[in-house]
């Protein structure tokens, strides 16, 4: 078994750790203006405090994790190609690594002495009923120098999508309930913890972290408080969850903005688990 191969196999394991979440509905009413910002509660921050960037220096953008460290919003949109990477020691480890299909398309997420991140976006993200979001390829190269292992080599080889990164919370997947109704002045949600929960539901634990509405869409960033103690990783059933909305829906678009990019909120998979 080739060693990409192995750290594939190994990142679905660790995505298989995280199923759906749940528990009876909560409410979380914004302020009452057309663009606004409702935390989780007035202790609870709902951005991560700046941290290092791939170059090194210091970031007060959003922070956004794939099995990996976290990278600010800008390296995610993709602007620097990763073919600029020819010349680097570890170069040729990971034009090996991505495939006969070469670098095209792939974008530098990091780039160090000793190491080599870069991503792309997929061009059909994960089937509609699949419980676990993916939108992009992620591969990683290092320099390892260990006792019996030395040299460039594949230390990451996984899809998922994008999470934002979030001080004190864990990231959550949400859907729809159902198709809203477009008079409703609230939307009902099924929010999936992400985390190993014993496969118990995350009731008093779903956070409001953010919510913006304009004229075009209402922007929802919605995270879960990590449960106390050591927890197994059976798939957790899916917790309704109630946002109220300042004024009716209308056409607008309901976004999740814990993923970059921000996506449009799909009703929920049918036979998605509730629990008991």
Request: with cysteine; glycine share 8%.
């Amino acid at each position: 078994m080739s060693s990409r191969l192995l750290v594939l196999l190994l990142a679905l394991v660790l995505v298989g750790c995280a199923g759906p979440a749940a528990g009876p509905g909560e409410t979380a009413l914004p302020d009452g203006g057309t663009a606004s910002a409702v935390p989780a509660s007035a202790s609870e921050t709902s951005a991560p405090e700046p941290s290092e960037d791939s170059a090194g220096g210091v970031s007060d953008e959003p922070l956004f994790s794939c099995f990996s460290a976290p990278y600010p919003a800008s390296a995610w949109d993709g602007a620097r190609p990763a073919t600029e990477l020819e010349g680097h020691p570890g170069y040729a480890v990971l034009l090996e690594s991505v495939g006969s299909e070469g670098l095209d398309g792939w974008f530098v997420l990091e780039e160090a002495h000793d190491r080599l991140v870069v991503a792309r976006e997929l061009t059909r993200p994960q089937d509609p009923n699949d419980e676990i979001l993916r939108t992009h390829d992620i591969v990683a190269v290092e320099d390892v120098d260990a006792t019996n292992v030395q040299g460039w080599m594949l230390s990451q080889a996984s899809q998922c999508a994008p999470q934002r990164v979030l001080e004190g919370l864990g990231a959550a997947q949400v859907w729809l309930a159902a198709e809203p109704d477009p008079t409703a002045t609230t939307v009902e949600l099924l929010v999936m913890e992400m985390a190993c929960n014993s496969g118990e539901d995350a009731d008093g634990r779903v956070r409001l972290v953010e919510q913006v509405e304009s004229t075009e869409a209402v922007e929802l960033l919605i995270a879960v408080e990590p449960r106390d103690g050591e927890a197994a990783c059976p798939s957790n059933p899916a917790t309704p969850f109630t946002v109220g909305l300042a004024k009716p829906l209308g056409d607008r678009t309901l976004l999740d903005t814990s993923t970059h990019p921000p996506r449009p909120l799909d009703v929920a998979p049918e036979g998605i688990y509730l629990g008991d």
